[in-house]
Nanobody
Framework: QVQLVESGGGLVQAGGSLRLSCAAS????????VGWFRQAPGKVREFAAG????????YYADSVKGRFTISRDSAKNTVYLQMNSLKPEDTAVYYC???????????????????WGQGTQVTVSS
């Protein structure tokens, strides 16, 4: 069992930055890849960034590539999403999710994750 708690969301002006954190508890978190997803009002949840359990693969949605960076601090059992050059269209609830190393499925799809956090709101004003 893995529990995930996101933090770091808030209100920021366009062009600003935020760093989201996803703190994990539970056994063997190192055996899980982590993805960040986001969901805007009235829209489906979409993939933003992913980091494989081994750390050897990193994935970004085209909409955030070059602006967002996913990273992991294994000692702290925490995964981060650094978001720079934020745009109003980045406004959403951001969720982190954990994918077991046993899965060989793509990290881009929400159905391929085993555990989810409760989400943190990010609002970017224009």
């Amino acid at each position: 069992q893995v529990q995930l708690v996101e933090s770091g969301g808030g209100l920021v002006q366009a062009g600003g930055s935020l760093r989201l954190s996803c703190a994990a508890s539970g056994r063997m978190f190192s055996n899980y890849g982590v993805g960040w997803f986001r969901q805007a009002p009235g829209k489906v949840r979409e993939f933003a960034a992913g980091l494989s359990w081994s750390g050897s693969n990193i994935y970004y949605a085209d909409s955030v590539k070059g602006r967002f960076t996913i990273s992991r601090d294994s000692a702290k059992n925490t995964v981060y999403l650094q978001m720079n050059s934020l745009k109003p269209e980045d406004t959403a609830v951001y969720y982190c999710a954990a994918q077991s190393f046993r899965r060989t499925a793509t990290m881009y799809l929400a159905v391929n994750y085993d555990y989810w956090g409760q989400g943190t709101q990010v609002t970017v004003s224009s």
